[in-house]
């Protein structure tokens, strides 16, 4: 598994993917791989424009990819884009934005969280009673330094920072990811709960920070993986039959950071239960969707 590359993807023919933010970055790289691998792809995407680009660059591949409109920032789209999805194998929850200057979603939540952890959140509670075998959510190292405030998730009384809230995001990912597979298995299915991140990756995220921090990331950016190797963690979790429920694949090399996938190890705040537990009743709460098992 150590030298585990796309090569190693199972044929996929006859399976279908739901991938959110497959329009650049790791995403698109995902629906290049799967589709490559035999696989029917949806791309849940916010700019159909770029998805476009995505498709055509696939040649006859273009033809088992259904763009879909999608914005996890804003409920309504969730529950439409999720109306016309019939059925599928596999969702990757990939989509995210990182380290935004402060502002709200289409329903008041802080953007990082209401786009990283809610809509997706929203999004695979909808789409579960039609997904067959897995579900692979994205986080990244950086939950590292996050925290959970489940009094004040959305920054509404307590001052924004832009990574604390980003970090706060990727670890609600996880908890969520861990959670899953938790309600998974003791309701009897057999449906997989998996957490992948990318390492450090030239994905593009980086550059829309809006601050200097876009200057920075561009040079460091020399020294990151490519795309295409940030996506072999959630390729592998989403479509490797070793992949197990409730783990988290990334990276092996250098810290985490670079390297063929893997087992990961995450935060201790990311394996506490009853942070995971009251993460949930709160989503629930807030995106109005309610988990049948």
């Known amino acids: 598994m150590s030298a585990w590359s796309t090569a190693d993807i199972p044929d996929q023919t006859g399976r279908t993917i739901v991938i959110t933010g497959a329009n650049s970055g790791l995403g ?3 629906t290049q791989a799967l589709v490559g691998a035999g696989a029917t792809v949806v791309m849940a995407c916010r700019d159909l424009t770029k998805a476009q680009k995505v498709v055509d660059g696939l040649g006859s591949g273009g033809e088992r990819v259904r763009i879909g409109s999608l914005d996890l920032a804003d409920l309504a789209s ?13 969702l990757i929850n990939n989509a995210g934005v990182m380290a935004v200057p402060l502002r709200r979603t289409v329903d008041g939540f802080e953007m990082q969280f209401g786009t990283n952890h809610l809509g997706h959140f929203a999004l695979t509670g909808l789409l579960l009673p039609k997904i067959s075998d897995r579900v692979v959510t994205v986080s990244s190292g950086a939950h590292q330094i996050g925290r959970i405030d489940l009094e004040d998730p959305d920054y509404n009384s307590r ?4 990574w604390s809230a980003y970090g706060q ?25 998996i957490v992948a991140h990318p390492g450090y990756a030239d994905t593009g995220l980086q550059s829309h920070t809006e601050s200097v921090w876009d200057r920075l990331m561009a040079v460091s950016d020399l020294v990151a ?42 935060s201790r705040r990311s394996h506490d239960e009853r942070t995971a537990a009251g993460l949930w009743a709160l989503s629930e709460q807030l995106t109005g969707v309610q988990y049948a098992f």
């Open 169 to 193: 995001s990727k670890l609600a990912n996880l908890l969520f990811g861990y959670e899953l597979a938790r309600r998974l298995q003791s309701s009897g299915s057999s449906i997989k709960s």
């Open 28 to 30: 698109a790289q995902a």
């Open 225 to 266: 993986q490519s795309a295409a190797d940030g996506a072999l963690p959630e390729l592998y979790a989403a479509t490797a039959a070793d992949a197990q429920s409730g783990k988290f694949y990334g990276p092996t090399k250098f810290g985490g950071t670079r390297g063929a996938p893997g087992p990961a190890k995450s």
């Open 78 to 90: 969730v529950r439409a884009f999720a109306d016309t999805v019939d059925g599928a194998d596999v």
């Open 159 to 162: 001052p924004y920072r832009r």
